[in-house]
């Protein structure tokens, strides 16, 4: 009875997620929702997150984020709870499905790199031994403070990012994180602005510690195309 107790007091629940205190793993999916994609690659993304929602352990922690233009004020999950229940699969992918079929913003606004850096402040209090972050995005970063569009060439993405954020953070730190990207396609991009697009991100996301074996970045292309 003392030894329950005690490990109760030790590891108690969040009454919101139902997380423990001590957590293993972290799993996020951001999903970009600023700008339309064809229908092969919205049930790719569904298929996906389907596969990796099932290798997702119990007591595992796992937030869903949906970017849109007013993601810079008003960033918060969709979906948030760690997983303790046999309907936890069935709840997220609805949640998902949701998300892929509802409208898009298509203000073609994406601050997601503003978006990592909440994500990644808000989640450091809940330091877990690994965390996974699966982003379905085009990744053309397009806000007030920097978009890849407009810029013509990579240094000057990465000062003008640098530049809005002086006091700050400029770039996440991930500790012993993997980074997963999962590109949307777009047609008719020009070979500087991919150039643009790859570089920038390499370095924003280029800050990772931790034992070796357990942080990377990774890509994954996804099919179909949207012209804009």
């Given at each position: 009875?003392?030894?329950?107790?005690?490990?109760?007091?030790?590891?108690?629940?969040?009454?919101?997620?139902?997380?423990?205190?001590?957590?293993?793993?972290?799993?996020?999916?951001?999903?970009?929702?600023?700008?339309?994609?064809?229908?092969?690659?919205?049930?790719?993304?569904?298929?996906?997150?389907?596969?990796?929602?099932?290798?997702?352990?119990?007591?595992?922690?796992?937030?869903?984020?949906?970017?849109?233009?007013?993601?810079?004020?008003?960033?918060?999950?969709?979906?948030?709870?760690?997983?303790?229940?046999?309907?936890?699969?069935?709840?997220?992918?609805?949640?998902?499905?949701?998300?892929?079929?509802?409208?898009?913003?298509?203000?073609?606004?994406?601050?997601?790199?503003?978006?990592?850096?909440?994500?990644?402040?808000?989640?450091?209090?809940?330091?877990?031994?690994?965390?996974?972050?699966?982003?379905?995005?085009?990744?053309?970063?397009?806000s007030q403070h920097l978009s890849l569009v407009r810029t013509t060439q990579l240094s000057d993405a990465i000062n003008q990012f640098k530049a809005s954020r002086l006091g700050g953070v400029q770039r996440p730190t991930f500790i012993?994180?993997?980074?997963?990207?999962?590109?949307?396609?777009?047609?008719?991009?020009?070979?500087?602005?991919?150039?643009?697009?790859?570089?920038?991100?390499?370095?924003?996301?280029?800050?990772?510690?931790?034992?070796?074996?357990?942080?990377?970045?990774?890509?994954?292309?996804?099919?179909?195309?949207?012209?804009?």
């Amino acid at each position: 009875m003392v030894l329950f107790y005690q490990f109760d007091r030790q590891n108690k629940r969040n009454k919101s997620t139902q997380c423990l205190d001590k957590i293993e793993q972290k799993h996020i999916f951001i999903i970009d929702k600023s700008s339309p994609m064809s229908l092969q690659t919205q049930e790719e993304i569904i298929s996906r997150i389907k596969q990796q929602a099932s290798e997702i352990k119990r007591e595992d922690f796992i937030s869903i984020y949906q970017i849109t233009s007013k993601s810079l004020a008003q960033l918060e999950p969709i979906f948030q709870v760690c997983k303790t229940d046999t309907n936890f699969e069935k709840n997220l992918l609805q949640k998902v499905q949701t998300s892929i079929y509802s409208n898009f913003d298509n203000t073609l606004t994406s601050p997601l790199a503003e978006a990592l850096l909440d994500i990644n402040l808000s989640h450091h209090q809940m330091d877990a031994q690994r965390t996974n972050i699966y982003i379905y995005s085009d990744l053309l970063q397009n806000s007030q403070h920097l978009s890849l569009v407009r810029t013509t060439q990579l240094s000057d993405a990465i000062n003008q990012f640098k530049a809005s954020r002086l006091g700050g953070v400029q770039r996440p730190t991930f500790i012993n994180t993997f980074v997963y990207l999962h590109i949307i396609p777009r047609t008719q991009l020009s070979e500087q602005l991919v150039k643009n697009r790859d570089g920038f991100w390499i370095w924003f996301l280029g800050d990772m510690r931790g034992d070796r074996q357990s942080y990377g970045l990774e890509r994954h292309d996804l099919p179909g195309s949207y012209t804009q």
